[in-house]
């Protein structure tokens, strides 16, 4: 056990739809990254925060957005939802969010887009 | 622009050592590290390396690292059926924040 939490486990909704997942970071953890995993992209980075605040951004689409709130557990928001989207989702958190940190995954939301 | 590089897959026999490779690209690499990502699983970081450092052990794994060629391997001894997961190589840079990840290696175990 990694010590993040994600929810939920798993997500079916439709196309056009929102959805959200959320992560709750380790203990003392202050930064937070979402990644999406799908079988023809690979592991993509999406976004990092750290402290509430964006840090860094990767192949986030523009239907996507997320925040990380004062308590740190963070949301990552899925809107207009397409079959593509259709994905293992992760959340991995550390602890001052510096690459020499390590990254804590957790078990991941895999959503499915009908 | 920067990238990681695996090969999709190895099939090794139970017993016998395993060897994961991975190529990068930026010679300005700090870190690199190997994940292991069981069946339904997040990821799990295994071990890491220094750029400063050619080998690392840590019981039954042993990183190598070859700064020339810019290549990294992780060899697992005695491969257990335990084993059998996706392996992940990433590296870090000091030119940004993120990790820049490899496709992931799947490991197959024969009996």
């Known amino acids: 056990d990694s010590g993040v939490t994600q929810t939920p486990k798993h997500l079916i909704t439709a196309t056009g739809q929102r959805v959200t997942l959320r992560c709750s970071p380790r203990s003392g953890d202050l930064s937070v990254y979402w990644y999406q995993q799908s079988l023809d992209q690979g592991l993509q980075f999406l976004i990092q925060?750290?402290?509430?605040?964006?840090?860094a951004k990767g192949n986030i689409l523009e239907r996507f957005s997320a925040q990380q709130f004062p308590d740190l557990h963070s949301e990552l928001n899925l809107s207009s939802l397409e079959l593509g989207d259709s994905a293992l989702y992760f959340c991995?958190?550390?602890?001052?969010?510096?690459?020499?940190?390590?990254?804590?995954f957790g078990p991941g939301t895999r959503l499915t887009v009908l | 622009g920067e990238d990681v590089e695996q090969s999709l897959f190895l099939s090794v026999r139970e017993g016998d050592s395993s060897v994961i490779n991975c190529t990068y690209t930026d010679s300005s690499s700090t870190y690199l590290y190997w994940y292991k990502q069981e069946p339904g699983a997040g990821l799990q970081l295994l071990t890491y390396i220094f750029s400063n450092m050619d080998m690392k052990q840590d019981q039954r794994l042993t990183v190598l690292l070859n700064k020339k060629d810019k290549h990294l391997s992780l060899r697992i001894a005695d491969t257990q059926t335990g084993d059998s997961a996706i392996y992940f190589c990433a590296e870090s840079t000091n030119s940004n924040y993120q990790l820049i990840w490899g496709a992931g290696t799947k490991l197959i175990i024969k009996p």
């Open positions: 991995a958190s550390s602890r001052a969010g510096t690459v020499k940190d390590t990254q804590y």
């Open positions: 925060y750290y402290n509430g605040e964006e840090r």
